[in-house]
């Protein structure tokens, strides 16, 4: 009669001899990549855009369930073209640079809705602060004479949520508690969806 330990070791050989699930490794183009945040401060529309960020994604477009994403974000690279406000920013009451130099997005779940659409889970996390949040995300193939798809999509977080905007700046009338943020990810190395 078979252990309960022999099972055990049955079951985890059968797994590691089974087929890995095949991904595609994908290498970010940062040049054709972009990554936009959109707030309103005192009803006026304002955007902004993030210079550096890195991003690690490895997928298999018919089987994205066993895929990943890790995405991390430089917020000393926030800018929205105005030299004192991009000061501001790094600041404690803002994105705290010196204290949290990098926002990172780790997914938990990726499913496939079809027409090249998925629905990416995971956890955002800024300024130390973590929160579940779901993103939409539409894989388009890459044009005739091209290697590079793009991964694209806008969501919207509470930037108090992330304590971005702290003490006086709290205050959601002054600066409206939804961001916007859209990306557009040039990818190379990713299958056609």
Do not use: H, Y
């Not at 990172?104 to 995971?122: E, K, N």
């Not at 971005?164 to 508690?177: C, F, T, Y």
């Amino acid at each position: 009669m078979k252990t309960l330990w022999t099972l055990a070791i049955s079951a985890l050989a059968t797994l590691a001899c089974a087929p890995a699930v095949a991904q595609s490794e994908a290498t970010l183009v940062p040049a054709q990549s972009e990554l936009v945040f959109q707030f309103k401060q005192m009803g006026v529309p304002v955007e902004g855009r993030f210079r550096k960020f890195a991003a690690q994604i490895a997928i298999d477009p018919k089987k994205p369930e066993s895929g990943r994403v890790a995405f991390q974000v430089d917020t000393a690279s926030a800018t929205i073209g105005a030299a004192e406000v991009d000061l501001e920013m790094v600041k404690p009451v803002w994105f705290n640079v010196a204290k949290f130099p990098q926002a990172s997005f780790q997914s938990t779940a990726i499913r496939g809705l079809g027409a090249g659409r998925f629905d990416v889970a995971g956890k955002l996390t800024i300024k130390g602060q973590v929160r579940d949040i779901a993103v939409p995300v539409t894989l388009t193939a890459p044009p005739p004479g091209s290697a590079v798809s793009s991964a694209s999509g806008t969501f919207t977080l509470k930037r108090v949520d992330f304590l971005i905007g702290e003490k006086e700046w709290a205050d959601v009338s002054l600066v409206a508690n939804d961001v916007q943020v859209r990306f557009k990810l040039a990818l190379s190395g990713i299958p056609a969806p």
